[in-house]
């Protein structure tokens, strides 16, 4: 019988579990990817991160193909289709990587149980994150919900072990499922094409996360410990739709940060690099421990929030026109490259979770539609530390000024002038808060408030007396 591999969001031949343990039974393979299209399992993607499936589907079945193997595309629910395959095709065994996400692995372990029950053996593998969550808890036997003490315990134990070598061949069954013409899912937008920006800046696929990581760890870890703050320079590893897409491993990322290490690489900075990694790994952990995350407040007094529902707000800021500079670009990057510095990410949510006072699950569900690194788990865990409803998040107290992280983060205003060029003549003195600059050196710099760019959405300090207001009636009535 032949071994059936299941690529899901795990889009590499290096250091797949899965599809290693598949070729070392010596039998016949079968290599399939199922596109599920099910938004209430949230398998689904928004469009951006369909735009670069379409791109790392094709970059994985470039590879299979030069390994003499072929990947079949198809569609629909795997609960019905993988045990279908097993009896037309005759496998003996399935192989897949678990995905980390507590809905996902229940349906898989259902899937798991009817393989099993007619005579075909299922393999789920470990090769979303390094951590094992179930494996690492704190004295009491509880899930730790402090970041610094659930790294530390983390590192204690981590010996990731060596990252498993690219297969040189793929020997097939001789019968394979026909499968879908890559092309035929559509998966990237025609007309328009509001993907342009994306394809100058991205290589999805598993080449491309190499060399992303590479380019990284040559030009910029070294100075990663302050570069990482800032937007207007290329100083992280924008790593991270490769990860979320599997085309990397945190396994591969982990040892070749440690082989830069043992030659000499700053210490201060791959430790702060691979605790981001650990970010990651955290936000894992919380999902599967906590698997409400994406829908209620960890901190349960947040249910006695008063968010507003201000739809008018919400609508500039997912337009990217809420007249806050800062605000501002970091959606326009968004919506231009499908991806946001995390600076400005942290600066863009806490503006529409605290300043304007919208649901952090609106800000979480706009994220989700428009990023190429959409994912479930660090995105929710993400969002809700920035609402200060999370595990270990930010006081709720302490709200950012958009202007002041300008100043600081973007100080000589290169970041705004890209992506918001309506203000790009305005002097650096006023970049970041142009309702603040007099008349005369508007006009000058042809910037007119209310009709090429539009006044604040909200008073800034009147904004933030408001949410300061708002979490007292919280703590008072929770
Ligand atoms: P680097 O600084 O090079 O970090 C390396 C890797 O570490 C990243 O690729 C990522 O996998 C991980 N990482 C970095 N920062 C974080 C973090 N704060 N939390 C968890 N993991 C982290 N990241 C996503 O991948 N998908 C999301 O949907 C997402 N949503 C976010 C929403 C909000 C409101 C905020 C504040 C952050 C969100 N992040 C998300 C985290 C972070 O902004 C991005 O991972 C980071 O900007 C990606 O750029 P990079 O790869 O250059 O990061």
Same mark, same amino acid.
């Given at each position: 019988?032949?071994?059936? /591999? ?22 016949p ?10 938004r209430?399992?949230g398998t689904?993607p928004g ?5 670069w499936?379409h ?5 994985? $079945?470039?590879?299979i ?10 569609r629909?629910d795997? !609960?019905?289709l ?6 037309e095709?005759?496998i003996?065994?399935v ?6 996400? %507590? ?12 393989l099993?029950?007619?005579?075909t =053996?299922p393999?789920?593998?470990a ?9 690492l808890?704190?004295?009491s036997?509880?899930? &730790? ?11 204690r134990?981590?010996?990731?072990r ?5 297969p ?15 092309? @035929? ?7 328009p094409?509001w993907?342009?920006?994306f394809?100058?800046r991205w290589?999805?696929?598993?080449a ?11 030009d ?5 410990a302050?570069?990482r703050?800032?937007p207007?320079?290329p ?6 739709p490769?990860?979320?897409?599997? *085309? ?10 440690q082989?830069?290490l ?5 210490? +201060? !900075?791959a *430790?702060?690099f691979?605790?981001?990694i650990g970010?990651r790994?955290?936000?894992? &952990?919380?999902?599967h #421990? ?6 209620a407040?960890?901190?349960r ?12 707000g919400?609508?500039?800021w ?5 007249g806050?500079?800062?605000?501002d $670009?970091?959606?326009? +990057? ?6 946001m ?5 942290m ?7 605290k #300043? ?15 990023l190429i690194?959409?994912?479930r !788990? ?13 595990? @270990?998040?930010a006081?709720?107290?302490?709200i950012?000024?958009? /202007? ?10 290169? &970041?705004?002038?890209?992506?918001? %060029?309506?203000?790009?003549r305005l ?8 309702? =603040? ?16 760019y539009?006044?604040? /959405?909200?008073?800034?300090?009147a904004?933030?007396d408001?949410?300061?207001?708002? &979490?007292k009636?919280?703590?008072t009535v929770?």
């Open positions: 019988g032949a071994a059936l /591999v299941w690529f899901r969001r795990d889009l590499r031949l290096a250091d797949n579990p899965a599809l290693h343990a598949a070729i070392e039974t010596g039998r393979l079968i290599l399939v990817f199922i596109d599920q299209r099910d209430a399992l689904a469009e951006a991160a369909d735009w499936l791109g790392s589907l094709a970059s994985l $079945a470039r590879d193909t030069a390994a003499g193997g072929r990947l079949s595309l198809l629909g795997p !609960a019905e993988i045990p279908g395959l097993a009896r095709h005759g003996a065994e192989f897949w990587n678990r995905s980390g996400e %507590p809905g996902i692995d229940v349906r898989d372990r259902t899937i798991a149980a009817t099993q029950g007619s005579g =053996k393999h789920a593998f090769g979303t994150t390094l951590i094992n969550p179930d494996a808890l704190t004295g036997g509880t899930p &730790y919900k402090v970041f610094g003490a659930f790294w530390r315990a983390a590192l134990d981590l010996a990731p060596p990252s498993l070598p690219v040189q061949r793929l020997p097939m069954a001789a019968t394979l499922p026909a499968g879908a013409a890559l092309e @035929d899912w559509r998966l990237r937008p025609a007309n094409d993907a342009q920006g394809h100058d290589q999805p696929g598993e491309g996360a190499a060399q992303r990581l590479e380019r990284f760890l040559d910029a870890l070294d100075d990663y302050d570069g703050d800032r207007d320079k100083g992280t590893s924008m790593l991270s490769h990860l979320g897409f599997g *085309e990397i491993s945190p396994r591969q990322v982990w040892h070749s940060v082989a830069r043992a030659a000499g690489t700053g210490f +201060q !900075a *430790e702060r691979l605790a981001e970010w790994e955290f936000a894992y &952990y919380l999902l #421990h906590f698997d409400d995350l994406r829908t407040n960890f901190n007094n947040f249910d006695h929030f008063s968010w507003r529902s201000d739809a008018d919400l609508a500039a997912q337009a990217g026109q809420t806050i500079p800062m605000v $670009a970091g959606v326009r +990057q968004l919506w231009a490259t499908g991806w510095h995390n600076r400005v990410r600066v863009c949510a806490s503006f529409l979770v #300043h304007l006072r919208c649901d952090w699950r609106d800000g979480m569900a706009w994220f989700e539609h428009t690194d959409a994912d !788990a660090v995105n929710a865990a993400s969002w809700q530390w920035v609402a200060g409803s999370g595990a @270990d998040a006081p709720y107290f302490r950012f000024n958009p /202007v002041r992280q300008g100043e600081r983060f973007d100080p000589e205003g290169r &970041y705004v002038q890209q992506w918001v %060029p309506e203000l790009a002097p650096l003195r006023w970049i970041h808060q142009p309702w =603040k600059a007099p008349a005369i050196t508007r006009q000058t710099a042809g910037l007119k408030l209310g009709a090429g539009p006044f604040p /959405v909200c008073d800034l300090a904004g933030r408001a949410a300061l207001a708002a &979490y009636d919280m703590k929770s």
